[in-house]
């Protein structure tokens, strides 16, 4: 046999000790280059760590479990010019086992009180909440990052089908983690002492327990898991909404002429495709710039003002909406942002995510243009302040003083934190990235 060369984890930003949830692979198994060996799921994100080269794997020194850092051996693999020509591959999908949770597009770890449904029954040992219990009052303090116990997505979601608050959990696995077992044995003790764990289900925001319902007595029901994205993105929105007091500035931005724009910059430039969204990048770097209360953080008592323009797009995936984090937006051209906006989208619906990827970014956009809609309300994406949300665009009669003029209208929903940006400096923000839009050439002033 020729000599094996070793396949290592490869940059994954800040991330240490990420377990492996999957394996992509068996010994055997003939791989491409940038093929998935192993999953990995951190609090931040869901990550495959790709074959290095072509060749055929004959040795995984890894199980699921096992945690990884950056440089750490996944698998031993023979290089495809030495391999000659082993037996075909097995097929590349992941074995068959229950779907794990998903990375989300935030830069926290997703808390353990976030209010979800099941997509299991409980265990019949398990005393379900009644209408009944008291509620429980709410500790915003219990929800900060450094407040929330160290367990994985998949945990968590352990917890909380069971109802059990992992705050008061003791973790036994290394640094203090939670495991499975100590969420067990924590329930055990609770049932042998004649108490029962505290209810999950009010989020912590003094709401009576979530309803217990046997949808199937009314129909047919098909019980489907939500998927990894889903889950872990579900609980951060859930935080989020809880902890940012919203609210949403509404304008419309007449883009006629900036279409014609980009619609001519396309026929010139046909080996990139130039969508509207990249001119909404520079338009927001424009108004972050002119509004830098926007383009900051709140730290304790202290507004974090941010001297980088990282802009991080909302992009739909077949798993759920992941956010990707474009850098240093205010260094690039249309036609620079629009291939790195293509690049990365690809990347996210292929997995091929990391959590570097999704972290620093200072301002979000969220577009639904190609679908539809009017107007929507998008959830802040925490620890930023601000959120764009640009629906579907559509011809409108607008007076220009003597006649009504045919022209392209941009819905746009701005979602802001209260505590950081009031209406007046909204509604400046909101008209502002407009004037932009609809007149290019301010971006040059």
């Known amino acids: 046999m020729a000599e094996l060369k070793e396949a290592r984890v490869p940059d994954i930003g800040d991330d240490k ?17 940038d093929q998935g060996l192993v999953t990995l799921e951190s609090d931040k994100a869901t990550m495959e760590v790709p074959a ?36 075909p591959a097995k097929a590349a999908s992941a074995p068959s086992r229950p779907a794990p949770e998903a990375a989300p597009a935030e830069q926290a770890p997703a808390p353990p009180a976030a209010p979800a449904a099941p997509a299991r029954t409980a265990p019949a040992a398990t005393p379900a909440p009644t209408r009944s219990s008291p509620p429980v009052r709410f500790d915003a303090d219990a929800l900060m990052p450094e407040k929330v116990p160290h367990a994985s997505p998949a945990v968590r979601l352990f917890a909380r089908e069971l109802g059990v608050d992992l705050g008061q959990v003791t973790g ?20 042998a002492g004649g108490g029962a764990p505290r209810a999950a289900g009010g989020g912590g925001l003094d709401l009576i327990p979530w309803p217990k319902v046997d949808f199937g007595k ?24 809880a902890m940012i007091p919203h609210v949403t500035q509404f304008d419309d931005a007449d883009i006629t002429e900036m279409e014609a724009f980009r619609k001519k910059l396309g026929e010139e430039h046909k080996d990139t495709k130039v969508t509207p969204l990249v001119f909404l990048i520079k338009a927001a770097v424009a108004a972050l710039k002119k509004f830098p ?13 941010k001297q980088y323009f990282h802009i991080g797009i909302a992009v739909d995936t077949p798993d759920g909406l992941v956010v990707p984090v474009i850098r240093d937006a205010d260094r690039k051209g249309l036609l620079e942002l629009a291939r790195e906006l293509g690049e990365i989208s690809a990347k996210a619906r292929d997995k091929k995510l990391t959590s570097a990827d999704m972290q620093g970014g200072c301002f ?34 607008v007076w220009n003083g003597k006649d009504f003029d045919a022209r392209l209208v941009l819905p746009l929903s701005l979602s802001y934190d209260h505590r950081v940006i009031d209406g007046a400096a909204a509604a400046r923000f909101t008209a502002y990235l407009a004037q932009v839009l609809g007149d ?6």
């Open 218 to 241: 009314f129909g047919p029901v098909e019980s489907k898991p939500l998927s990894r994205i889903q889950k872990l993105s579900g609980a951060n929105l859930a935080r989020n909404w």
């Open 52 to 87: 290095p080269f072509d060749g055929v794997v004959r040795e995984l020194k890894v199980k699921v479990g096992d945690e990884l850092s950056e440089g750490s051996v996944v698998a031993l693999i023979e290089p495809a010019d030495e391999a000659g020509a082993p037996a």
């Open 364 to 397: 979000s956009i969220s577009s639904l243009g190609g679908i539809g809609g009017t107007a929507f309300t998008p959830i802040i994406n925490a620890p930023e302040v601000a959120i764009l949300g640009v629906s579907r665009s559509a011809m409108k009669p």
């Open 440 to 445: 290019l050439r301010r971006l040059l002033v």
């Open 172 to 191: 036994s696995a290394r640094a203090g983690r939670i495991s499975k077992e100590d969420v067990q044995a924590f329930v055990k003790a609770a049932l």
């Open 17 to 33: 000790d990420v377990p492996v949830i999957e394996l992509l692979v068996q010994p055997g198994d003939r791989v491409k280059k």
């Open 293 to 305: 209360n926007f383009n900051a953080s709140l730290d304790g008592d202290n507004l974090v003002l």
